[in-house]
């Protein structure tokens, strides 16, 4: 049953639900398993290895260890997960703020190159709401990052306010942008269904350097010199936009708590959406943690707490 609703209190997956599917860049079989979470874990990612746990990698841009066509997460022993934000965009979309992630490859799966068949998992086991009160990163001032012809700008706001535009050279995108105010139902209709995008141009060079080798029309969007070359077309009008939105809500999930912000981002991608969090997090007074009100009749009401918080609110 679809999640309706961001209450004033925590929640988690009422039970676990697994998925499976290919890496879209090892091209190797994954087994991913999503399991319910105690209050303040935020979403933790659990690499196994022939049924045994030997890694635990808090979903945190400080764990970020590679932003090259994905976002990668690591841990000081070196093992990494990959190709994060899809997953972790279905999760924040439909705010499940606590989530064990089980999973036995190096790469989250492509699924079919959205957060579709995340939102459908996480909507066939539904939600449980926790006892715990829900915690927030409140923006309290403009950060800005540039990066060449680049940049993004987060903003005070009361909610979650993406507004993201791109621009590539070639007829088949030009110059897109879509501005959303976020919620569950905007994530689900307007979102969760756009797939990532590539050039025919670039598969060689992609596939010597080991990359793309799960890549496939079932789950990327194929961009000609002036065509797509998927025979049913695109899902959304403008779904290449769509997609980076989807990606700047998974990558912006790195915060390790919702954000009350408006984020605004041209030309971006996941290098700068990781950025534009460590330049909030890295001036002290940008930014404050608030949790909600015991009651919901007033959900602009934030009652501050502490910013002394952030080893929590990062997932630590």
Known sequence: ?????????????????????????????????LHPAEADTGIRFMVTKRGRIVSEIAADVRNV???TLCTVLGDETGTTVGTVEHLLAALRGLAVDNCYVEIDGKEVPIMDGSSAEFVDAIDEVGLRQLDELRKFIK?????????????AELHPHSGFHLDIE????????????????????????ELSRARTFGF???????????????????????????????????R??????????????????????????KYRSVRGGHRLNAHALEALFADKS???IVRA?????????LAQTEPSWLPMAMGK
């Open 286 to 288: 940008a930014w404050t």
């Open 139 to 151: 923006v309290l001032k403009p950060i800005r990052v540039d990066e060449g012809d680049c940049w």
């Open 65 to 67: 260890k590679n932003l």
């Open 1 to 33: 049953m679809p999640n309706k609703f961001i209450g004033a209190r925590q929640t988690t997956l009422a039970r676990e639900v697994e998925l499976t599917g290919v890496g879209v860049h090892s091209g190797a079989p994954v087994n991913l398993v």
């Open 166 to 189: 791109i621009e590539f050279d070639t007829k088949v995108i030009g110059k897109q942008r879509k501005s959303w105010e976020m919620s569950p139902g905007v994530f689900r209709n």
């Open 236 to 261: 959304y009008e403008q779904e290449f936009v769509r997609h980076k939105m989807l990606d700047a809500v998974g990558d912006l999930a790195l915060a390790g708590l919702p954000l009350l912000c």
């Open 293 to 301: 009100p015991r009651t919901t009749r007033d959900s602009t009401r």
């Open 200 to 234: 025919m141009r670039d598969v060689e060079m992609l596939w010597k350097s080991g990359l793309a080798l799960g890549a496939s029309l079932e789950n990327s969007v194929a961009i000609g010199d002036d065509q797509i070359i998927n025979p049913k077309g695109l």
